[in-house]
């Protein structure tokens, strides 16, 4: 398939499987499909945005006007949180199955190993970083990484980054920041940035890099990663996931009574 096929495929996907879910688009695509983007972004060299929608994230949309904008604005949005999934699912919303920014990220580095594609990290702390480049050499002693730079910059030094990111002659950019600042980051510079697949992976640097532990499979399976992450920063996490959830539960209850019932 030539790359103007295979980019009007691409568009009818993304434009058949676009959803609506409490106001938030999303995207009801599996993790081979996204994949199967990402990919094509790359070898045929046409930019593309992606980005995650889970609890917190959906919560904040709906009291952050820029968030919102910075969001909705990406080529694709996955499912990343258990607890959308079944919200959606609950209120009627056909989405196949959890699409984890992490999952997508580690499933990449592979995708960049065998391809030969050459991804940039951008994030997280530079000891984080550090071990993220040392498990990548052990895991794909092939794979070159175009460059990388912490997240604990200034405002000022953003251009220059930008700069050496564009000038590192990367295939694809992961940026692992804090939501709302690496949404931000991604809508304010998308259009100069060269690396053709660029995705925010919030807290995924950590984990790949054994900062932090994953929850396991069952765990996640059961919606419950986000207490597994609390039992790992209690004093940090704790109010942030009590909050958002309880906003997330009253905004569901309010949609699920708000939908007409069928007969």
């Known amino acids: 398939m030539s790359g103007s096929q295979s980019g009007w495929a691409q568009h009818r996907l993304l434009a058949s499987r ?3 879910f409490m106001g938030a688009p999303m995207h009801a695509l599996t993790m081979t499909e996204t994949l199967g983007i990402a990919e094509e972004a790359m070898a045929f060299r046409r930019p593309l945005l ?3 929608i889970n609890v917190a994230k959906l919560v904040n949309m709906g009291k952050n006007p820029e968030l919102y904008e910075d969001v909705t604005g990406a080529d694709v949005i996955s499912v990343d949180g258990m607890g959308v999934l079944w919200g959606a699912r609950l209120c009627g919303v056909k989405v ?3 699409v984890a920014g992490v999952d997508i990220m580690i499933n990449l580095f592979d ?6 594609f050459r991804p940039y990290l951008l994030g997280a702390e530079q000891q984080v970083l ?3 480049v040392l498990r990548l050499r052990r895991d794909h002693p092939s794979l070159v990484v175009a460059g990388m730079h912490d997240g604990y910059f200034d405002p000022a030094d953003e251009d ?3 700069e050496a990111i564009n000038a590192s002659d990367a295939d694809c950019l992961f940026v692992a920041m804090p939501t709302p600042r690496k949404e931000r980051f991604l809508k304010r510079y998308r259009d100069v940035l060269v690396p053709n697949f660029v995705m925010g992976v919030g807290g995924s640097f950590d984990v790949y890099g054994g900062k932090v532990a994953r929850a396991p499979q069952l765990v996640q399976a059961l919606g419950a990663e986000w207490l597994f992450r609390v039992a790992q920063e209690p004093s940090r996490l704790w109010p942030r996931y009590y909050e958002t959830n309880i906003a997330y539960a009253s905004l569901l209850w309010r949609e699920l009574r708000s939908r007409p019932i069928r007969r």
Do not use: F, M
């Open 18 to 20: 676009r959803l609506e």
């Open 96 to 98: 196949p199955e959890r």
């Open 111 to 116: 995708l960049c190993a065998a391809r030969g």
């Open 50 to 52: 992606h980005t995650v």
């Open 160 to 162: 220059a980054i930008v």
């Open 130 to 132: 550090d071990k993220v």
